[in-house]
Every structure is written in C-alpha cells, then in structure tokens.
C-alpha cells in the first residue's frame, strides 16, 4: 500500500472520529439544553452544528489541497455557525500562518487557548506567528508555554532553537536541537537545523553527518527535504561536485511531486 493511500485512511478515519464525537456532542446538547428553549431553536442549534461539521470537512479538504483562500472561506462559515468551534479556529489560524496573515493567526491561536488552555499546537503555532511578527520575547513564551504543557512534544524546541540560533545564542540553539533529537529521533528538520548549525561554527564533519542523517529520514516520507540543499552545498564546497549534483536533482524531483496539482 503506497504512502498517499495510507494518508487517505489516516485523514478518513480522523474525519469518522471528529464526526463521532460532535455526534455525541449534539445528543449531549439536546439533553442538557436549556428548558426555555423551544423546540425550534433546538432543531436549529442542531442545524447548526450539523453544518458546522461539514463546512469544517470542506474547509480541511481546502487546506489539504493547498487552496488556503478557499479553505479560510469554509472556516469562517464554520465559525459563524459555531463560534467555540476549536478545531476550526485553530486550522483558520494555521491556513492564516501559512499565508503570512500573522495577526490574523495570533487572534485565531489567542481564542482556541482561550476556549483549550492546554492545545499545545496553538501555543507552538502562536509562537512561530509571533517570532514571524518580530516578537521574539512573546515567541519564547509561547514556546516554552507549549513545553510546559507537553514536555515530551519535541516541536517547540526546535522552534526555539531557531530563535535562540538567530539571536546568537548557539550554545542554548545547540542543546534545543539536541534535545528534539533526543524526543523525536526521525525529525529530519532537527537533523538539518544542527547541520546548518555546527557548519556555521565550522563543525564541517558534524555537519556532514547530520545532513546524511536528515536525507536518511526522508525515505519515512517526512516533509523536510531541504536537507538536501544544505548537503549539496556542503559537498559542494568541499569539491564533491557530482554528489552536490545528485543532491540538487533529488531535491527538486522531490519538489516537483509534492507541489504537483492534484
């Protein structure tokens, strides 16, 4: 079974779950509704979440796709119909990351937290927004606020190792970094921020080894290849011209697949 076939089940199933859960959601809500409401308002706030979940379906499919205008579209509606709807805000604001709509996304992570104090992916998320707007001091909180809920969640650190990377601090870079690795042993990302990392420090070995380790994940379909590039141009700078070469035409044959329309 091929990777995009096993992807398809995974995102299936997770759709089958979110359904059933707001399934159990609305039946809850028919119970414990308020007395005084009459019964077209309940049929209508049922309504309302019944579409709510498929504009949500519509939206995500958007996002999936690539279509983030699109998928904002959906979200909105999504929202209007629900405005405590989590999951939507949250996906509203990643789509509003992605599109460099950075305080757009800091209101849309602002309110899942506000309605999930412990979504450690609106934190993380927040914080990139915040790091992307120049607020650095309100990006290391977030970050470490995403650590402190989930400890053992390995995104956050490589975030602030690129903070702290950037400000200079290569040591505290260094130790963030490795303690990703440490968390998630298959994150290619991590692998390839060391290497750009100890090259810049003129660990030219260390680098090496971490940007082979970074392209060795790749063969798990995880989404960072950029590794490529940096080992290419390692090796090119240590005069293996082919193997810079070889890096370059995977690099883009893997760019050209996974940005190829549907």
Not at 101 to 130: C, K, M, W
Not at 137 to 147: H, P, R, V, Y
Not at 249 to 262: C, L, N, S, V
Request: overall charge negative; glycine content about 8%.
């Amino acid at each position: 079974m091929s990777r995009s076939s096993l992807a398809t089940i995974f995102v299936n199933l997770w759709v089958a779950t979110v359904a059933l859960s707001l399934l159990v959601t609305v039946l809850f809500a028919l119970i414990i509704w308020p007395h005084e409401a009459s019964t077209e308002e309940k049929l209508a706030g049922v309504q309302d979440w019944v579409d709510g979940l498929e504009l949500h379906k519509q939206g995500y499919r958007s996002h999936r796709e690539q279509d983030l205008p699109r998928a904002i579209e959906f979200y909105d509606a999504a929202i209007e119909k629900r405005p405590d709807f989590v999951r939507v805000l949250y996906l509203r604001g990643s789509a509003r990351l992605a599109l460099a709509d950075h305080q757009g996304a800091i209101e849309d992570f602002s309110e899942t937290l506000a309605l999930v104090p412990s979504f450690r992916g609106a934190y993380n998320s927040r914080g990139v927004a915040r790091y992307e707007q120049g607020d650095i001091e309100g990006a290391l909180d977030d970050f470490e606020k995403s650590m402190k809920a989930h400890p053992t969640w390995s995104q956050p650190y490589v975030n602030r190792g690129h903070v702290k990377r950037d400000l200079g601090d290569a040591e505290g870079a260094m130790r963030d970094y490795d303690r990703t690795i440490e968390l998630q042993p298959l994150s290619a990302f991590a692998y390839d921020s060391r290497g750009v990392l100890k090259h810049e420090l003129g660990d030219v070995e260390g680098a090496m080894a971490d940007f082979d380790a970074a392209v060795d994940i790749l063969k798990y379909g995880g989404p960072n290849y950029n590794c490529l590039r940096n080992r290419a141009a390692l090796r090119e700078a240590l005069g293996d011209s082919k193997g810079a070469a070889e890096d370059l035409a995977r690099y883009q044959d893997i760019h050209d697949e996974r940005t190829a329309k549907p």
